[in-house]
T-cell receptor, first 114, second 118 residues
Framework: AQSVTQLGSHVSVSEGALVLLRCNYS??????LFWYVQYPNQGLQLLLK??????LVKGINGFEAEFKKSETSFHLTKPSAHMSDAAEYFC????????????FGTGTQLKVEL | GAVVSQHPSWVICKSGTSVKIECRSL??????MFWYRQFPKQSLMLMAT?????????EQGVEKDKFLINHASLTLSTLTVTSAHPEDSSFYIC??????????????FGPGTRLLVL
């Protein structure tokens, strides 16, 4: 079985500051890893995904994440936060790809302050 | 492109009644749709996988007679919560995976339906 742990249910950063959202996973087989973002009253939108190619994955809106097998981590970062980044972020893992069963973390609410 | 809608966005019902939630893929055909449930401060939990024209596959612990899923067309899946009780109050989210003509490595999520059972 696989699982995901997101540390910090709420993260607050200043506009222009580094965004770091933490995700650790557990999987008995090589995982596929994903970050999704959810804006109010909208569906989850895929930010980026790791599928065993490059360990540093670049996504939309300037976000990127690095797969670190030794640390079983897939933290999400963005060098400079914008107000529009305020949303809820979910990390997810799958053992069979993004079109199949996803196991989600509990989510991290990102607040961006002026 | 790749928009998934859900209807209603929120619903309040009395205990003992049944509630139907629709999930539609608006601009693509979805051979597979997933239904998730999210409790406050918790993860999205997969309830079931539905394939067009066949019976849904339910995750362990999910009562199939309680949560009826129908995927009668390539653009519509429905979840019916039968004889709803207050413990069924939750946020229900669907996602849709395109068929062979689309990107099968991605599933697209609806905005969710909030159910409150009184």
């Amino acid at each position: 079985a696989q699982s995901v742990t997101q540390l910090g249910s709420h993260v607050s950063v200043s506009e222009g500051a580094l965004v770091l959202l933490r995700c650790n996973y557990s999987s008995s087989v090589p995982p596929y890893l994903f970050w999704y973002v959810q804006y109010p009253n909208q569906g989850l939108q895929l930010l980026l995904k790791y599928t065993s190619a490059a360990t540093l994955v670049k996504g939309i809106n300037g976000f990127e994440a690095e797969f670190k097998k030794s640390e079983t981590s897939f933290h999400l970062t963005k060098p400079s936060a914008h107000m529009s980044d305020a949303a809820e972020y979910f990390c997810a893992v799958s053992v069979t790809g993004g079109g199949n069963k996803l196991t989600f973390g509990t989510g991290t609410q990102l607040k961006v302050e002026l | 492109g790749a928009v998934v809608s859900q209807h209603p966005s929120w619903v309040i019902c009395k205990s003992g009644t049944s509630v139907k939630i629709e999930c539609r893929s608006l601009d693509f055909q979805a051979t597979t749709m997933f239904w998730y449930r999210q409790f406050p401060k918790q993860s999205l939990m997969l309830m079931a996988t539905s394939n067009e024209g066949s019976k849904a596959t339910y995750e362990q612990g999910v009562e199939k007679d309680k949560f009826l899923i129908n995927h009668a067309s390539l653009t519509l899946s429905t979840l019916t919560v039968t004889s709803a009780h207050p413990e069924d109050s939750s946020f229900y989210i669907c996602s849709a995976r395109p068929g062979l003509a689309g990107n099968q490595e991605t599933q697209y999520f609806g905005p969710g339906t909030r159910l409150l059972v009184l």
